[in-house]
């Protein structure tokens, strides 16, 4: 009996696609494409994609680390001090600033901002400035 008898990352078929500007302006592609290999040029079967993009800003928050006195396991009596107070008036004044922003969005960035308006307000203009580098231009 024959079979294929192929090993992990052995390379079986391939196909070059020129992903079109249609796409990265919102269209989405649903397309099959021929496959080449051993056989020749698209004689190897073919595949269906699927091909959308969306951008989005990214929000990154900081990573705190937690440093214990000695080596070895937390404490079982230790508790992590509790999240800053975030004031609703706070949020409201940054989302009358931003209404495209989500209001989770901003109290997120104010928690990681520890309730700092100024901080947080500066950290959405970086994530809205970000946003747009992103884009593709036409």
């Given at each position: 009996?024959?079979?294929?008898?192929?090993?992990?990352?052995?390379?079986?078929?391939?196909?070059?696609?020129a992903v079109p500007d249609?796409?990265?302006q919102g269209h989405t592609l649903d397309e099959w494409f021929p496959l080449s290999g051993k056989l020749g040029e698209g004689k190897e079967g073919s595949i269906n994609l699927i091909i959308?993009?969306?951008?989005?800003?990214?929000?990154?928050?900081?990573?705190?680390?937690?440093?214990?006195?000695?080596?070895?396991?937390?404490?079982e009596?230790?508790?992590?001090?509790?999240?800053?107070?975030i004031k609703e008036s706070?949020?409201?004044?940054?989302?009358?600033?931003?209404?495209?922003?989500?209001?989770?969005?901003?109290?997120?960035?104010l928690e990681s901002k520890h309730g700092n308006l100024d901080s947080a307000v500066a950290a959405i203009l970086d994530i809205m400035g970000s946003g747009d580098s992103n884009q593709?231009?036409?």
């Open positions: 009996s024959s079979g294929i008898n192929a090993e992990y990352g052995q390379r079986i078929a391939y196909a070059k696609i249609s796409v990265f959308s993009y969306t951008t989005m800003p990214m929000i990154t928050l900081p990573y705190q680390r937690i440093h214990y006195p000695y080596m070895g396991a937390a404490p009596h230790f508790t992590p001090p509790p999240p800053p107070e706070d949020v409201t004044a940054i989302k009358d600033m931003f209404p495209e922003v989500d209001k989770e969005v901003i109290r997120t960035v593709r231009q036409n």
